[in-house]
């Protein structure tokens, strides 16, 4: 395994909603992202952290937000929930924020249900 | 913007037998590095090989490696004596030397099915 973990697994909310998903990164990984995978599609990048700072955003609106603590953990968070939300979500911890050289290492994902 | 194109929804293959797995991306850069990552089935996506862009010798790792064609701007990924572990989802992944805080660029991915 990555070393990577992610919670909840599965998560089901109603439009409209707010929810929070969580990652733990490797321990000494400065760097956590997220991505969006909708059924049957690659992932989509939402953003990037590097020490606790958003250093890069994908198309993806401003209700979705993050944070990153000093502790290898991190959220995100999804205002206002649209049904296009549901998605299985991935975070991605690697050392340094070099995207090109620095392997990143993937968590197994929470799977986000809106109804 | 770029695409990474993955033009194989699906493919089988004998287990021991050789598969090749087809991409293609479009960009206007010309420094970049291409990934190929795997997720098996319920598991966490795993980075299989890297190619830099400005390398003209392909990437090899065990017995995944890439033909490069720059210039065709393809990108695909051979599996050779091919194992029931290599079941999986496969992405090719791309990001520019640039542009490396907008994330990975990934395809739509190739279900990959070993048959014993």
């Known amino acids: 395994e990555t070393g990577v973990t992610q919670s909840p697994t599965h998560l089901i909310k109603t439009r409209g909603q707010q929810v929070t998903l969580r990652c733990s990164s490797q321990?000494?990984?400065?760097?956590v992202s997220w991505y969006q995978q909708a059924l049957g599609q690659g992932p989509q990048f939402i953003f990037q952290?590097?020490?606790?700072?958003?250093?890069g955003r994908g198309n993806f609106p401003p209700r979705f937000s993050g944070l990153q603590f000093p502790n290898y953990s991190s959220e995100l968070n999804v205002n206002a929930l649209e049904l296009d939300d549901s998605a299985l979500y991935l975070c991605a911890s690697s050392l340094e924020w070099q995207v090109n050289t620095d392997t990143q290492y993937f968590g197994p994902g929470t799977r986000l249900t809106v109804l | 913007a770029q695409t990474v194109t993955q033009s194989q929804p699906e493919m089988s293959v004998q287990e021991a037998e050789t598969v090749t797995l087809s991409c293609t991306y479009d960009?206007?850069?010309?420094?970049?590095?291409l990934f190929w990552y795997k997720q098996p089935p319920s598991r966490q996506m795993i980075l299989v090989i890297r190619?830099?862009?400005?390398?003209?010798q392909n990437a090899t790792e065990n017995r995944f490696s890439v033909n490069f064609q720059k210039a065709a701007k393809s990108f695909s990924l051979k599996i050779s004596d091919s194992q029931l572990g290599d079941t999986a989802m496969y992405f090719c992944a791309f990001v520019p030397l640039e542009a490396q805080f907008e994330g990975l660029t990934f395809g739509t991915g190739t279900r990959l099915t070993i048959i014993p």
């Open positions: 321990s000494g990984h400065n760097t």
């Open positions: 952290y590097y020490r606790e700072e958003e250093n």
């Open positions: 960009t206007s850069e010309n420094n970049y590095y």
């Open positions: 190619q830099e862009a400005y390398k003209q």
